[in-house]
Nanobody, 125 residues
């Protein structure tokens, strides 16, 4: 059983940056591809970014390309989401997730086996 805990959210102004962290425990972190998703108020959860077990393949939603960067540190059992040039429409709860399909990046939620509780990101205009 893998436990995921997100941190690093907060309230920022448009144009600012935040780095989200997802710490994993209870399993072998390098056995999982990792993803970030988000859910805005009144909307369905949507894919943001994913990374394979070794960090060699990355996949981003179109709306974050060039602004967000996903990375991981297997020695620290941690995955990151660096978010730059934040916009008010980025306001959401951000979730990290772990997928045992470790060699692929995917935006398909059922592929993810474990989910964190989320961290709130609020971007003011």
């Amino acid at each position: 059983q893998v436990q995921l805990v997100e941190s690093g959210g907060g309230l920022v102004q448009a144009g600012a940056s935040l780095r989200l962290t997802c710490a994993a425990s209870g399993g072998t972190f390098s056995n999982y591809a990792m993803g970030w998703f988000r859910q805005a108020p009144g909307k369905e959860r949507e894919f943001v970014a994913a990374i394979t077990w070794n960090g060699n393949n990355l996949y981003y939603a179109e709306f974050v390309k060039g602004r967000f960067t996903i990375s991981r540190d297997n020695a620290k059992n941690t995955v990151y989401l660096q978010m730059n040039s934040l916009k008010p429409e980025d306001t959401a709860v951000y979730f990290c997730a772990a997928s045992s399909v470790l060699h692929r990046t995917t935006n398909w939620e059922p592929a993810y086996d474990y989910w964190g509780q989320g961290t709130q990101v609020t971007v003011s205009s």
